[in-house]
């Protein structure tokens, strides 16, 4: 998962003479990939994972097995 798209900036205004701005990598309309922490790995490892991310992608033998975000983890610990 290379990461979620990001809002898009504002269009640049239209160089001089008219025409169209010049194109943008793709890289750039995309945030930081997603921690992708490991199924069996300990509640501090997902708290660690979630410090700087709304999200986290769960990877099992390489392939995405879900998804944790803050609420399922704020859920979790609520009830633990």
């Given amino acids: ?36 922490p490991a199924p069996r790995e300990s509640v501090a490892r997902a708290v660690e994972a979630l410090e700087k991310a709304d999200a986290a992608v769960v990877l099992e033998e390489g392939k995405p097995a879900g998804l944790l975000t803050r609420q399922d983890l704020l859920a979790f610990l609520a009830n633990h």
């Fill in 1 to 36: 998962v290379v990461g979620a798209p990001r809002a898009p900036p504002p269009l640049p205004h239209p160089p001089p003479g008219g025409g169209h701005p010049p194109p943008q990598p793709t890289p750039h309309h995309l945030r930081p990939p997603r921690p992708i």
